[in-house]
């Protein structure tokens, strides 16, 4: 058998010119391909995770008007400490002692602040009262209401909704005539 010299050994490790830019090439494409499916992939990611938090917090709202025996109201805040901007601005819930869902500073406690700074997720209630929400001290809604969260590109089919009953439950907007957009609780489709 012939052994091989340090000069040949080297040569068989290396890519030739034409082999490298065939790699390039190859790997451009697949990343020209890759991009648009990912973006839309962090898009759908971003809305869940929004409606989730909206979920949550409007679960915790009603468990806690239901454990203080009082009336939580959640609302817009841009400031986390006031009910004030858009729901696309984030929104606090506050045990509220006089049930006129006004954020009072000496008497109602804020239970939780939830941030949306700089995002580009819109968030609204469509349907309902569209400045506050309120659980009764027994956990039932004064409204039915649907919040829907949209994306940057506005495509209604990745909008993403949170349908509140006047029980005070609470769930997932879905899309019950298989059109690929999901409902508001009166049954009209979302549009971003």
Known sequence: MKKLTQTQ???QRGLTLIELLVSLAVAAIVATLAVPSFRSVIENNRITTINDKMLASLRLARSEAIARGRSVTVCPSNDQTTCSGT??????LFVDEDGDRVLDGGTDEVVKANDMTASDYGITLISGIATSFKYDNEGRA?????????????ESSRAR???IQLSGSTRYAVDSDADTVREAHEGTNFSC
């Open 9 to 11: 050994t080297q040569r």
């Open 87 to 92: 729901w696309s601005d984030g929104w606090i």
């Open 161 to 163: 909704g949170i349908v």
């Open 142 to 154: 004064e409204e039915q209401g649907t919040f829907r969260v949209c994306g940057p590109s506005g």
